[in-house]
């Protein structure tokens, strides 16, 4: 099903789930074992987040510096086939702006199709480390609104060769939002108004950007819903598991750590972990009884401390 159709169907706040591809060498048996984890809860769907190449550097025996470019984490349309089909839940594969042409967008998109994955994560991803070499015949989308655009596009059979008698893809769209704001807009005014021209271009529904203080999420929401956003609103978690991540979510996901759990761990970082669950316990009671459609947790490499939250939790 699609995810609006989870949403629409549920008669209490659903949990969903996203997780990464293993590093490349990795085995599928790290994400299968994650994922069997997860499957005694019910998810409703899945999130598999994608990444776009990086160059590395290495020097060689003469001194010279040779470039390599390449997918840390690649795997992510078919790590949603095996969880699809192999256990019968929804998954939602991130597609990219970043490091992706629109062509190849839309190679993934029908092959998306014929596994009969009818959800995508469209964001624009991370700017790559490197200056790829123009291709004179071949497009990039900007913007995830752009993105979305394309995705809008192909679900009324409109391809980029303008082929003949071409068929519809359908499918159900969904973009991220930042309740804190994105860290690149100068302010959250500005950042929702590219929120609301994302939903203007098709998009279903918006995961939010994970949050540590849930005033920032009510806030977010009531200014989405003031500025005409109608889309359902899905807030994102993520768990605080260690005293070093007082500093490190901060940096690569520009969120704000609230003073008493940053003080709490700070005075007894040994039991950060225990902290960080009651404190997501707590986020997560109020959300639901806020009354949100839906809580995104986003599990990346252990869902043990996530699933030891929704236990406690009944």
């Known amino acids: 099903m ?46 598999v987040t994608s990444h ?8 060689l025996p003469d001194g010279t510096i040779r470039r390599r470019v390449s997918k840390k984490r690649p795997g992510t349309l078919s790590i949603c086939g095996i969880i ?84 519809p893809i359908d499918m159900c769209v969904g973009v991220g939002g930042y309740p804190e704001k994105h860290f690149e807009a100068p302010n959250l005014k500005v950042d929702i108004q590219r929120l609301k021209e994302k939903v203007a271009a098709g998009a279903d529904y918006v995961v939010s950007q994970l949050f540590l203080d849930n005033r920032a999420f009510f806030e977010f929401e009531r200014r989405c819903r003031e500025a005409g956003i109608d889309v359902p609103i899905i807030p994102g978690i993520k768990l605080l598991e260690n005293d070093r991540q007082l500093a490190t979510l901060p940096r690569h996901f520009h969120v704000t750590v609230p003073e008493s759990l940053a003080d ?22 109020e959300l639901i009884a806020h009354g949100v459609p ?21």
């Open 2 to 47: 699609r995810v609006t159709e989870h949403l629409d169907r549920a008669t209490s706040t659903l949990f969903s789930y996203e997780i990464i591809p293993p590093k490349r060498g990795g085995q599928l048996r790290d994400i299968i074992d994650i994922v069997e984890q997860i499957v005694p809860f019910a998810p409703p769907f899945i999130d």
């Open 84 to 167: 699809q089909n192999r256990w019968g839940i929804d998954t939602v594969p991130h597609l990219l702006c970043a490091g992706f042409t629109r062509e190849e967008t839309e190679d993934a998109v029908i092959e998306l199709n014929y596994l009969g994955i009818s959800n995508v994560l469209a964001i624009r991803g991370d700017v790559p480390n490197f200056v790829a070499r123009p291709d004179p015949h071949r497009t990039r989308n900007r913007t995830a609104a752009d993105l979305v655009t394309q995705l809008a596009d192909l679900r009324q059979g409109r391809y980029l060769d303008d082929l003949q008698n071409s068929a």
């Open 264 to 285: 709490e761990v700070a005075a007894s970082p040994r039991h950060a972990a225990e902290i960080g669950a009651r404190w997501a316990r707590s986020q997560v009671a």
């Open 294 to 314: 839906c809580i995104h947790f986003y599990v990346m490499n252990d869902a043990r401390p996530v699933l030891s939250v929704i236990r406690a939790l009944g």
């Open 52 to 59: 776009a190449a990086e160059a590395s550097y290495e020097e």
